[in-house]
């Protein structure tokens, strides 16, 4: 992680290594075995397209991260005019951790939230809703800022991003094949093994998907922890980021569907889901419960309350 004052979470850096080695691997393979099945099948040049496109769509996930992420919450940019006091508690906050200031979003949408995203500390944004701004008071949402800059100094925001891309590339080429666009129509062509191309790139990428969203929510739901542990411990105000939980918990089940909807595509970097009436104890949820989360900010206040 970047040098910081936010306190230093080796099994955090363990799992990213360990989430980025696998999916590297994943996607490396995939893309290997798209390339061998299209060569075998007497199509090499589009077993060569396969792997630039595989390769493009990886460099712009990184490269792009922040731009794609502040367009699907449809989020401008903001200065210190247009939000002084937002920017003056970002401002105290990144003195606090000793980090370099990240730009600062606001989206306009009445779903309580806020998520941090960029390539690194320096091209990082910090966005918050309209509706977080509404519903939090001035102590919560320095909590929830703390939590998103927290991310960004543990850059778990980078790993996220760029581990997604073999997903991303797996889910495409499924579609892809089910419908046989991208092989010339070739349902009926086989390669080696006698499979219908189509059918094996389908085996292949669904295999790959299924890996890199178990992964990815094994990774989301400790770097959510992580991220809360940090942020209390930086503010010294663990009680204050639990009651923020709390309310946007609550809030959500008051938002119009439409709204959730809109923003589910998001809902991995978000510091809270937004969902409403769900279950978070399952292996395919991007948080931990919010009582998971509440248990562990109980526990930093009793501790602190100690040192003090």
């Keep these: 992680m970047a040098r910081t004052r936010f306190a230093g979470d080796p099994g955090l850096t363990a799992r990213m290594t360990l989430v980025m080695f696998l999916l590297g691997g994943a996607f490396v393979a995939l893309i290997a075995v798209v390339m061998g099945i299209l060569s075998s099948a007497g199509s090499p040049g589009l077993a060569v397209l396969a792997g630039l496109v595989g390769l493009g769509i990886a460099f712009y996930q990184w490269y792009s991260s922040d731009t794609v992420a502040m367009r699907a919450m449809r989020a ?25 200031k990240p730009r600062v979003g606001v989206a306009d949408t009445p779903v309580p939230n806020a998520f941090a995203t960029g390539r690194s500390p320096e091209r990082a944004v910090v966005v918050v809703t309209t509706g977080i701004l509404q519903t939090l008071d001035a102590e919560e949402l320095e909590g929830v800022l703390a939590h998103e800059l927290s991310h960004v100094a543990h850059r778990d925001v980078l790993v996220m991003t760029a581990a997604a891309s073999a997903g991303i590339v797996a889910g495409m080429l499924s579609q892809g094949a089910q419908y046989g666009a991208w092989f010339g129509g070739g349902r009926n062509r086989e390669n080696n093994s006698g499979l219908p191309i189509w059918l094996a790139v389908l085996l292949v990428s669904m295999v790959t998907y299924a890996i890199s969203f178990l992964l990815l929510r094994l990774l989301s739901r400790y770097r959510e922890l992580a991220a809360d542990r940090a942020g209390a411990q930086l503010t010294m105000k663990p009680q204050a980021l639990a009651s923020a939980l709390r309310k946007i918990s609550g809030e959500m089940d008051v938002v119009p569907e439409r709204d959730l909807r809109a923003s589910q595509p998001m809902n991995a970097f978000f510091i809270a889901p937004a969902i409403r009436g769900a279950s978070l104890d399952s292996l395919t949820s991007t948080h931990p419960s919010l009582q998971q989360r509440l248990e562990q900010l109980a526990r930093i206040e009793a501790e602190l309350g100690r040192r003090g």
């Design 76 to 100: 401008r940019e903001v200065s210190p005019q247009q939000a002084p006091e937002l920017h003056a508690m970002i401002d105290r906050l990144c003195a606090l951790a000793d980090m370099p």
